[in-house]
């Protein structure tokens, strides 16, 4: 199946500072990307749709000033989270949905997932 | 504004069991319906996809069904094990290309040996 690689997996860091976050497909081309966030118990909210080459689109409610989604290619997106505070901490999770994948198969109506990034703010 | 709803939150068997896991959303008009696990301060697995137009999904232990109609989805697990021990998340695509999945709040599942 195809593969989306998060990266890094958990991070630690200072308030205030910036935390960059990368999502790559493996083995397609991503031409949809989402990012979403889940804090304890609770669901996965979408926080952004990105497609490749255009801005992306915020949901209701996420500042995009402060979450910043990069999707330059169709195989790496990039969420930054700029001048990080404790209540940015979260796990944040990537998806890519993409074109016909080098095996075949169609990956034009699954979404598969990063193995997610732990974040916590200090 | 579509919502998906799962019951119970959460849940406690012995190993052995058979289970149900039950998921509802407000708007039918879906694309597909998603079932996957989740390990704690872990990533998602995709465990069954169901599309729009299909009734039920089948995946060794695992049986998904899907009545559009009334917005409901049940995920059976057959003869539970220790190792299913997991959140179980459900989601739901939207009829509109390229949107994301929208996710209920996942079913904590626990199966004692």
């Known amino acids: 199946g195809a593969v989306v690689s998060q990266h890094p997996s958990w991070v630690i860091c200072k308030s205030g500072t910036s935390v960059k976050i990368e999502c790559r497909s493996l083995?397609?081309?991503?031409?949809?990307m989402f990012w979403y966030r889940q804090f304890p118990k609770q669901s996965l909210m979408l926080m952004a749709t990105?497609?490749?080459?255009?801005?992306?689109?915020?949901e209701q409610g996420v500042e995009k000033d402060k979450f910043l989604i990069n999707h330059a290619s169709l195989t790496l997106s990039t969420l930054t989270v700029t001048s990080a505070h404790p209540e940015d901490s979260s796990f944040y999770i990537c998806?890519?949905?993409?074109?016909?994948?080098?095996?075949?198969?169609?990956?034009?109506?699954?979404?598969?997932f990063g193995q997610g990034t732990r974040l916590t703010v200090v | 504004k579509q919502e998906v709803t799962q019951i119970p939150a959460a849940l406690s068997v012995p190993e052995g069991e058979n289970l149900v896991l039950n998921c509802s959303f407000t708007?039918?008009?879906?694309?597909?319906l998603q079932w996957f696990r989740q390990d704690p301060g872990k990533g998602l697995t995709s465990l069954l996809l169901?599309?729009?137009?299909?009734r039920e999904q089948t995946s060794g232990r695992l049986n998904a069904s899907l009545d559009k109609s009334s917005g409901r989805s049940t995920l059976y697990i057959a003869a539970s094990q220790p190792g299913d021990s997991a959140t179980y998340l459900c989601?739901?695509?939207?009829?509109?290309?390229?949107?994301?999945?929208?996710f209920g709040k996942g079913t904590t599942l626990s199966v004692s040996s």
């Open positions: 998806s890519a949905r993409g074109r016909q994948g080098v095996a075949g198969w169609a990956v034009n109506t699954e979404a598969f």
């Open positions: 083995d397609f081309q991503a031409t949809t």
């Open positions: 990105s497609n490749e080459g255009s801005k992306a689109t915020y």
């Open positions: 708007d039918s008009a879906i694309y597909n």
């Open positions: 169901i599309q729009s137009s299909q």
């Open positions: 989601a739901v695509r939207r009829v509109q290309a390229g949107t994301a999945l929208i």
